[in-house]
């Protein structure tokens, strides 16, 4: 297995610390971490999905938690086997784990469980004060906000003109 050294990146860069430690961990992902098997997909410019093959479990078996920027899967089987007697057990019933790292202002907006898949619905919610924002150039020292704002600021100005004439 290779191995990067991300050392001349850390003296070099400022606030990329998680995109390195991130950047580490898919490096040493383990195969058992591979189950359920899982897609992740784009559905629109800021939403995504998540959907995960979970057969043989249940809504109330399957546990979802997002903190910060980490959204946690676990699914684990109630016992059941004493009430059945397996001749052949293919589908996995086995406990699992699956972390999901999401980026910044990424909420889970539902989730839902249909014919085996886990569909899990993500959305990037950016604040409007996070947003990128137009600042205009002029004579005037003026703070100028939001695009919808602009309009708003201009006429402030006009005004200003008008009283100091």
């Known amino acids: 297995m290779r191995t990067y050294d991300f050392a001349p990146l850390y003296r070099s860069t400022v606030g990329f610390d998680r995109l390195f430690s991130m950047l580490d961990q898919a490096a040493r992902v383990e195969p058992s971490t591979q189950w359920p098997p899982y897609d992740i997909e784009k559905v629109a410019d800021d939403a995504y999905r998540i959907t995960m093959a979970v057969a043989g479990f249940s809504q109330d ?19 059941k086997d004493g009430e059945r007697e397996y001749l052949h057990r293919g589908i996995a019933a086995r406990a699992f784990r699956q972390s999901f790292s999401l980026a910044d202002h990424v909420k889970v907006t539902g989730a839902s469980l249909e014919n085996g898949l ?14 990128p924002r137009r600042i ?11 695009d919808n704002a602009l309009a708003q600021v201009e006429n402030r100005v006009a005004e200003d003109r008008v009283r100091a004439a």
């Open 61 to 79: 078996e399957i546990e979802l938690t997002q903190h910060d920027t980490t959204l946690l899967v676990t699914g684990q089987k109630k016992d």
């Open 118 to 131: 886990l569909a899990v619905d993500l959305k990037r919610e950016v604040p409007e004060a996070l947003k």
């Open 136 to 146: 205009a150039i002029g004579g005037t020292r003026t703070a100028i906000g939001q």
